[in-house]
């Protein structure tokens, strides 16, 4: 049986730890603080704050989890400085925030988008990929969402659509059960590709969602800017269907709009 080790046992990374003890016997949970650590313990997670470099060894399987691309880059550079071994596998949690605001058809192989934030997004991507070498695997994850997390969510509790991108940005999303399934099979695949699109078309525009979801919980229409005449991005996630992910739990972006809590 492997052990997996989640270097930031968050909200995705707890969901993963969870169903890989569906079939395996060890994960460990690493978090910054200990405010989910009774929780992990209960489902069986072994709890630790910190680093995991100390219990690296190229026999477990590793998880990269931890919040922004920026920290995830500062994590991979400590395991490069301490030496630290590379696991058999290791599974690093990126963004479509790698594309920026791309139009038209995007896959796995489109490049960096333009700007600051992809060009720092595909920066924490290289430093992985100079440590973890052939063991690794990106998921660029779209938008996550659940009950009480995620867009739906945080328009519920601002009460008004924020207008910082323009209405006709597509918006890519998929849920946490998802996303934990895909990384689980990622970690256990054969012989995975280096690099997979994770997300669950069709995807909403910001007009498209934001109508919808103002709609259901009875606000105003959202005040967007004028659109600024973007093509949709169409995802292309055949690569993830045929490896990871062949039946989403929640396929459509509509199901994110079914969850009420606040």
């Not at 929780?39 to 470099?53: E, Q």
């Not at 395991?79 to 630290?84: F, H, N, P, Q, Y």
């Not at 695949?189 to 103002?214: D, G, I, N, Q, S």
């Amino acid at each position: 049986m492997t052990h997996l080790i989640v270097w930031g046992a968050g909200e995705l990374g707890g969901r993963v730890a969870r169903r890989w003890l569906h079939t395996e016997s060890a994960a460990t949970g690493y978090t910054n603080t200990p405010a989910r650590h009774a929780d992990l313990a209960a489902a069986g997670i072994t709890p630790r704050r910190g680093s995991p470099a100390a219990d690296l060894t190229p026999d477990v399987v590793l998880l990269l989890s931890l919040p922004g691309h920026t920290v995830q880059q500062q994590a991979v550079q400590q395991l490069v400085e301490s030496r630290a071994p590379v696991p058999r596998r290791v599974v690093f949690i990126s963004v479509t925030g790698y594309y920026g605001s791309a139009p038209g058809p995007i896959s796995e192989e489109t490049p960096p988008g333009e700007g600051s934030r992809p060009a720092s997004i595909a920066l924490a991507e290289q430093t992985f990929w100079r440590w973890a070498g052939s063991a690794g695997v990106i998921l660029r994850l779209g938008g996550l969402y659940c009950d009480g997390r995620g867009p739906y969510s945080a328009l519920a509790r601002r009460g008004k659509a924020g207008r910082s991108a323009p209405p006709d940005k597509t918006m890519a999303l998929i849920h946490y059960d998802d996303a934990a399934a895909a990384v689980v099979a990622a970690l256990k695949h054969p012989t995975p590709e280096p690099v997979y699109l994770a997300v669950t078309p069709p995807c909403p525009t910001r007009l498209e969602f934001y109508r919808a979801a103002c709609h259901k919980l009875g606000l105003p229409e959202p005040d967007f800017d004028p659109p600024l005449g973007l093509p949709p991005a169409e995802f292309d996630v055949a690569r993830l269907r045929r490896d990871l992910l062949p039946s989403p739990a929640f396929p459509d972006w509509r199901m994110s709009l079914v969850f009420s809590r606040p």
